[in-house]
């Protein structure tokens, strides 16, 4: 079935778009992803309020894994979100494909702003409370690797890592922005105005957002003649020549992703309920720690264009398998915001070797007809399996007492992430996209 198409015009290529152009493009592009990401954010970061508003009352570890598991199956929506948007996006343009999915967003969080308590309809709260997430999780999947694929195609040739990595720049910058509204709101409303209706309000921001993608479109260049598809565009059949790519872009997701929502939106729990800090202090705290590492995407995205993609893989693989155990270790009794400043920055600036350039070093090694498809589907699987569990396997160790567990855990996917990286295709020294011109 064919989604709701908003009136674009068709433009061909960018193979003669000017400079200006081209930069304009990377910024709508951005943009639209920053929308996307604050609404998949803010579920998040404001389940400590609503946790309690849609299970019944518990212990408040029990509720957290309630909404922790709804949390993990918007992840397991993502495959599915990437395989019809990537099939989309080869087929029909990335633009069309970016702007259905946001738009798609605001209606999940939509949803999720209006829902009645469990008080009000019982069992039936968080039954609609998933199915908000769920198409939150399939617009996602899609949003994502469409993303990434037109972000990398429209970059300049040679500076490819540093533009393809402001996607990352504006995933942090979602999910910055989503933390900032819950700060603002705890400064206006109390803990239990919060829990009765606060939550609410950040859902609702992120609807209304949603619906200005519709004002970047214009700006919106097709990277992609569809006009002149191959005739296996954006179909499993002709991604299944391509099955090393896919399983490398598997393995290195499975490290990537797991280590980004650990030291992100875990870590605003990890810190309230294993540090047992305030839970204003740890949400200044990771708002904080976002800024410097939205600054260093660009960095290592420049790094990438001098060293190659694969050395930074290699790296993030290397220093996440050595470095998880005593980071999270340290993090778990820590004494200060400063110290928790400290730590949770070492953890993100190893993962921005691997979030600087996510997309791109997936969308080059895929061809054009079915990159779109080739890097939403195996990311999709990747982040479900590995970054959207990580909240609710870490919460099931603790339950199980051994928290500690899920440091070697982490440990060992990262150890994976190494070895993938040791066995990719080097693209250091061609450009894989040129095909999309």
């Not at 015009?9 to 930069?23: D, H, K, M, V, W």
Request: proline letters at 4%; a positive charge; one cysteine or more.
């Amino acid at each position: 079935m064919t989604p709701p198409q908003p009136a674009i015009p068709t433009e061909g290529t960018t193979a003669n778009l000017s400079t200006a152009g081209r930069a304009r493009a990377i910024v709508a592009g951005s943009m639209g992803n920053l929308i996307e990401w604050y609404d998949f954010y803010v579920y998040a970061f404001t389940a400590l309020y609503f946790s309690s508003e849609f299970f019944p009352s518990g212990d408040r570890t029990a509720q957290l894994l309630g909404t922790s598991g709804i949390f993990a199956v918007g992840f397991l929506l993502r495959p599915l979100g990437g395989w019809y948007f990537g099939r989309f996006a080869d087929q029909h343009g990335r633009r069309r494909a970016m702007v259905v999915s946001i738009l798609l967003m605001g209606v999940g969080s939509a949803l999720i702003a209006s829902l009645p308590t469990y008080a009000t309809i019982g069992a039936f709260a968080p039954a609609l409370l998933l199915l908000g997430r769920m198409i939150q999780g399939f617009s996602t999947g899609g949003q994502y690797g469409t993303a990434a694929t037109y972000l990398s195609e429209i970059a300049f040739t040679g500076r490819r890592g540093f533009f393809a990595s402001f996607q990352y720049v504006t995933l942090i910058g979602g999910q910055l922005l989503a933390l900032a509204v819950i700060l603002i709101l705890q400064q206006v409303l109390d803990v239990e105005q919060m829990k009765a209706f606060g939550w609410r309000i950040p859902f609702a921001i992120g609807a209304v957002a949603a619906l200005t993608i519709l004002l970047f479109r214009h700006v919106l260049h097709e990277t992609t003649n569809t006009d002149a598809k191959h005739p296996d565009a954006g179909t499993l059949r002709g991604l299944l020549p391509h099955w090393r790519a896919f399983l490398t872009v598997l393995g290195l997701t499975a490290g990537g992703s797991l280590m980004f929502y650990v030291f992100s939106t875990y870590m605003q729990k990890y810190l309230v309920n294993t540090a047992q800090m305030d839970a204003k202090t740890a949400n200044w705290v990771m708002t904080a720690v976002l800024i410097p590492f939205a600054l260093l995407q660009p960095v290592f995205g420049i790094l990438s264009d001098k060293i190659g993609r694969r050395t930074n893989m290699l790296l993030f693989g290397a220093l996440g398998t050595l470095a998880t155990v005593p980071l999270l270790s340290l993090l778990a009794n820590v004494q200060s915001a400063s110290a928790a400043f400290a730590l949770v920055l070492a953890g993100l600036a190893i993962n921005s070797l691997y979030t600087s350039i996510s997309g791109l070093f997936k969308a080059e090694l895929f061809p054009v007809h079915v990159r779109a498809l080739g890097v939403s589907l195996a990311y999709g699987i990747g982040n479900a399996l590995f970054g959207g569990s990580a909240e609710y396997v870490a919460l099931s160790f603790k339950k199980a007492g051994n928290e500690s567990g899920f440091y070697w855990y982490v440990t060992a996917i990262c150890a994976v992430a190494f070895v993938t990286a040791l066995l990719m295709r080097n693209t250091r020294d061609t450009d894989p996209l040129d095909d999309a011109r």
